[in-house]
């Protein structure tokens, strides 16, 4: 079950729920996602998902379902992680596993819910993530979300036989008002 907790036009967070780790396991398993994400090197069990899952929320991180309104479908998820509580500073990343999904704008959508949750709702200062080079889809929808970009590490992941310089990404609680739709 799903529960409206943020929403835009198409799209609403939802809490995570543990039941879902199924379908996140397929999701992360697929080296198409996984690639961009960093961690197709990894095995992802069931059993490691849903304790991923079920210890999320417990650690001071906000990780949300993204579920279309329309049918509420699951899309994908979203979540940030508090890394300076005095400064203000999180860590954003998600990705839209439904393969169907991909290349209609709720990754955009929901990078820009996600992140209005953090500058309206937590009192964000700054969000950063990081994106691999490779991922012109997910730097494309950083930049229409209003993220700029910050810098590069230079050959930060391993992948298909190469190395990959990992983007840095970010915006600012000043740059989201300036922006703001």
Same mark, same amino acid.
Do not use: Q
């Given at each position: ?103 209609? *704008?709720?990754?955009?959508? =929901?990078?820009?819910?996600?992140? /209005? %949750?953090?500058? #309206? &709702?937590?009192?964000?200062? @700054? ?23 910050? *810098?590069?590490?230079?050959? =930060?992941?391993?992948?298909?036989? /190469? %190395?990959?310089? #990992? &983007?840095?990404?970010?915006? @600012? ?9």
């Amino acid at each position: 079950m799903y529960y409206k907790k943020y929403e835009s036009e198409r799209l609403y967070l939802s809490p995570l729920n543990a039941e879902d780790y199924p379908i996140y396991t397929k999701w992360i398993n697929d080296e198409t996602l996984a690639s961009g994400l960093g961690n197709f090197k990894f095995n992802t069990t069931e059993l490691s998902e849903k304790e991923w899952i079920e210890n999320s929320c417990k650690k001071g991180e906000h990780h949300f379902s993204i579920v279309r309104k329309e049918d509420d479908k699951l899309l994908g998820t979203y979540g940030l992680e508090i890394k300076d509580n005095v400064s203000r500073r999180m860590h954003m990343g998600g990705f839209i596993g439904e393969k169907s999904e991909r290349g209609k *704008g709720y990754g955009t959508e =929901a990078l820009k819910l996600i992140t /209005k %949750f953090a500058f #309206e &709702i937590l009192n964000a200062e @700054t969000i950063y993530s990081g994106i691999f080079s490779f991922n012109e889809a997910s730097l494309k929808s950083a930049k229409k979300a209003g993220y700029s970009i910050a *810098g590069k590490y230079r050959n =930060a992941y391993f992948y298909n036989g /190469k %190395f990959h310089d #990992e &983007i840095c990404v970010e915006i @600012t609680k000043e740059d989201y008002i300036k922006n703001k739709d």
